[in-house]
């Protein structure tokens, strides 16, 4: 199985592997000091757009799996095709670049979350708190619901308004707390890149009874990423956005690539 692998694939595989395996082995949590932290947070450092991509989830085990084998199958073709720099290249601009798109509208989402939080404190009223949990509130507990009904029960409370100003703020808060780890911009990066080089390869998957041309299947893919971020669903904590800004980042770099052909074998 490894003799098909291109050097630098074996060593991103290795990498993000030995990384995960030391996490496992000495019960610690590496996302807490590499992970990519909200840009205003206290543990955001700016080397975390480049430590991000290397390290996965200690709780979910698929979060790897499923990154290292996108890389293993579709990364020694395209290594082999762009040579070892350029896909180097590619790994890690889309990898870091996902890491920006990802901070960019992030920053933008939790600005108009500050906005609101800031808003409802200087009036607060059961209606207006469960709207900005309705806006904002998707990944909290979803006991929070039973603080909504006695509030709304009792509007005048003035404990009940002072607990719904602490958990506004707390909201607000929340997304500082949140870090992003994982390979997934790059190998999304790599992914467009497969499709956009290799677009009528017919690939063979153990769900889908028949082949599906490369452009298909990773245009679905992207297309669902889309629709995923924009109908999230409560507890869903992936990083769609970061999928997506490494596509998109894929698709420019290829097409610069390609103008480049005088250059590019």
């Known amino acids: 199985m490894f003799g098909r692998l291109t050097p630098l694939v074996k060593n991103l595989l290795i990498i993000n592997i030995g990384i995960a395996l030391i996490q496992g082995f000495m019960k610690i949590d590496l996302g807490d000091y590499f992970g990519l932290y909200y840009i205003s947070a206290p543990e955001f450092k700016p080397y975390q757009f480049v430590t991000y991509m290397f390290l996965h ?59 609101d939080v800031e808003a409802y404190v200087t009036n607060p009223n059961p209606d207006d708190f469960n709207r900005l949990l309705i806006d904002h509130g998707t990944n909290l507990n979803p006991e929070i619901y039973d603080f909504v009904d006695e509030y709304s029960r009792n509007p005048g409370s003035e404990r009940l308004r002072a607990n719904s100003v602490s ?87 290829v097409r610069y690539w390609k103008k480049q052909r005088s250059d590019f074998y």
């Open 57 to 115: 989830s200690t709780t979910h085990i698929m979060h790897i799996v499923g990154n290292m084998f996108a890389l293993f199958i579709f990364g020694p073709l395209l290594e082999q095709f762009l040579g070892p720099k350029k896909f180097l290249i590619l790994y890690m601009v889309t990898g870091v670049g996902a890491g920006f798109f990802y901070t960019g509208v992030n920053y933008l989402e939790v600005s108009s979350v500050q906005r």
């Open 167 to 253: 958990l506004a703020r707390q909201l607000y808060s929340l997304y500082g707390q949140y870090n992003m780890v994982g390979a997934s911009g790059a190998v999304f990066g790599i992914l467009a890149a497969f499709a956009l080089f290799f677009p009528n390869t017919e690939l063979f998957l153990l769900f889908i009874p028949f082949p599906i041309k490369a452009k298909y299947l990773v245009t679905f893919y992207i297309l669902y990423e889309v629709y995923a971020e924009l109908q999230r669903a409560p507890g869903d904590n992936v990083a769609h956005l970061a999928h997506i800004g490494g596509a998109l980042i894929a698709f420019f770099l």
